[in-house]
């Protein structure tokens, strides 16, 4: 039996109002889907079905295992997909816009289908949200949540599919288109939209809103930049590593932002900066870019 069985035959909880342990997951995980912390520590557990037959699911280091269980044959043997941080976090953003924490049952029937999901965090305790097949079908909303969690479980993630065709390409002809992409991200003119959203079609969709975001306070009422910037690598790519049709990197160099007020005057910054990027497929794309600057340049090309 799955570790997801254990304690399915208590009382479901019938408080509508979040227990403290729920009220803080769910800032944890509000948090996670906006971009805040680190995934690694989080893991999320599914149990779909009854107590003779059911499947589960466990989303964890950067994986979801999946496992059938019949009690009349032996457990089939489980597989695995990849799953990245950016989709783990989509899959949060998902699940906070339906109100995941509405999904709590109030009866429990023996050998009754059930859908559960649990989060474990770091020093969290952890929370569960169960309901009885007859309670989710009969509530849209609840119906909603559980369709969220099954699509991403059953449905080949961006690593998986891609693994094959990004093995096959030459690692060091990887990291030059992507810093390419990454150079012509980073460069931009001062209210100039076209010079920002060049390098659009070279991203994930979500991870280009995810890099909009962090500079949307930054931007005009049009979608213009209200400052130019300019990257200029300083080295080779640092710690490059490639697993399961990802790849992920570090590019050294130096960040210029310089920004031009109505009467002309013009103010420029310049900071040592490292570039962590992470890419998937064939053509490549970027899934993931987040600038790091650590004090202004001087005669030291990189921050190490």
Known sequence: MSALGVGLIQSPLAARELSVNESHMKERITALSQGEGSVADLRIELYDGGMAAHRSYLIADEKIIKRQWNLARPPEKHDEL??????????????????????????????????????????????????DVNEYESSPERSAI??????????????????????????AAIVDSVQEIVVRALDFNQDDRESLTDAQADFT????????KHIGGWLDDKGAPTFSSNFTPSGSALDISQANGV????????????????????????????IDAQAVGDPVKIEYLKPRTCGGASTVPSCR
Do not use: H
């Open 82 to 131: 990849i799953v990245t941080d950016n989709q783990i976090r989509k899959l949060l953003r998902d699940l906070v816009e339906k109100q995941y924490w509405t999904f709590q049952g109030t009866r429990f029937i023996p050998d009754n289908t059930i859908f559960l999901f649990r989060f474990y965090d770091k020093d969290l305790p952890s929370v569960d949200y169960r309901c």
């Open 247 to 274: 790849i992920r990197f570090t590019i050294p160099g130096i960040l210029k932002q310089q920004s031009r007020n109505v009467s002309g005057g013009v103010s420029t910054t310049t900071y040592r900066a490292e």
């Open 205 to 212: 969709p979500d991870d280009w809103s995810e890099f909009i």
């Open 146 to 171: 559980r369709s969220v969690l099954l699509n991403f479980v059953t449905t080949d993630s961006v690593g998986l599919a891609s693994s094959a065709s990004l093995s096959a390409m030459n690692q």
